[in-house]
């Protein structure tokens, strides 16, 4: 996301509050990184966009990630620090659910799903003149026969379970009574991240669910250094911040498949420091292989390096 060079405050990342405008008003002509949003708001209506599109493709299980590290904590889930932080987190929700319905042009019944009965109440009455239904992964039936779309929104550790038989029973449902299957969208899940004492077969249970989404948005800040982005249809994409452009971003790579782990770890130091970043060189000039000494630093210092911006 391209960031603005002034003071950050809370109403930035306010769904309704405007771009903020760049210090750098330079007309640059067609670049990369103009694929990114310029707002919370305009990140939201890109995940909106592209997960109609994959709907109507096909892809009726679609996943999006909006992590802003203002409300993310990678291992945590959602952080509020500031005063209307948990009315601005959800309000995101809002956004996207309203923006998916315009961009589908759905006439039908649109179905949210929170994570736990007190946020569902608490929305239910703040937000009265929502134009789709609310209820909860704890409600004995969260969603209706008539529901044409599901929303999952942000789904945590507590209410996996939860949240895997729902997707399960709704699927099954469809395929007992030779229906066409449903969309379901799972908003910021946070299933498996970071929990402490989750059981390997526990992870794999979760890791081998969430396969059968397909990832339309996602957008994962690299700590102060630059973004990890994907829009369905398109490629996985890594930017890192220009130094002399602030608020621009270089595109380092395309791929296919998520980029993560070692393999991000390296294009990132490559990309901010140089090419052959933390090779060792000998004194002929030639790059020599790194120790096994060296080796077992540089990854301890790249899960150091990357366990505050990403949780793989």
């Known amino acids: 996301m391209a960031r603005a060079t002034t003071d950050e405050s809370a109403t930035q990342f306010d769904v309704n509050a405007a771009p903020v405008p760049l210090d750098n008003n330079e007309d640059l002509g067609p670049r990369d990184d103009d694929v990114l949003p310029n707002s919370l708001a305009d990140s939201i209506d890109q995940a909106a966009q592209a997960t109609a599109e994959a709907i109507q493709r096909g892809n009726m299980r679609c996943q999006v990630e909006l992590h802003l590290p203002e409300f993310w904590d990678p291992i945590s889930g959602p952080i509020f620090p500031n005063r209307g932080d948990q009315e601005r ?13 315009i961009s589908l042009g759905s006439t039908g019944y649109i179905r949210a799903v929170y994570p736990d009965a007190g946020v569902a109440a608490m929305l239910s009455h703040q937000w ?40 399960r029973t709704m699927g099954q449902q469809a395929e007992t009574e030779g229906a066409l299957d449903r969309p379901i969208v799972l908003f910021n899940q946070r299933l498996s991240s970071g929990d402490v004492g989750l059981g390997l077969n526990s992870r794999r249970i979760r890791s081998q669910f969430l396969q059968n989404f397909t990832v339309t948005y996602s957008l994962r800040p690299i700590g102060e250094i630059g973004s990890v982005y994907r829009r369905y249809p398109e490629q996985w994409k890594v930017f890192v911040e220009e130094e002399k452009l602030p608020g621009r ?15 991000l770890d390296f294009l990132i130091r490559e990309a901010v420091e140089g090419p052959g970043a ?10 020599k292989q790194p120790s096994l000494l060296s080796q077992l630093a540089r990854t301890v210092g790249s899960l150091s390096y990357f366990m505050k911006s990403l949780g793989n």
Request: glycine residues 6%.
């Open 278 to 287: 933390g090779a060792e060189v000998g004194p002929d000039g030639e790059v």
């Open 89 to 101: 987190f959800w309000r995101m929700t809002r956004r996207f659910l309203e923006q998916l319905a």
């Open 249 to 263: 971003y270089r595109l380092i790579k395309e791929s296919a498949t998520r980029p993560q782990g070692e393999a």
């Open 128 to 167: 009265a003149d929502r134009q789709f239904n609310i209820s909860s992964l704890n409600d004995r039936k969260p969603v209706d026969a008539d529901d044409d779309l599901v929303v999952i929104a942000c789904p945590d550790p507590p209410g996996a379970e939860e949240c895997m038989r729902l997707v």
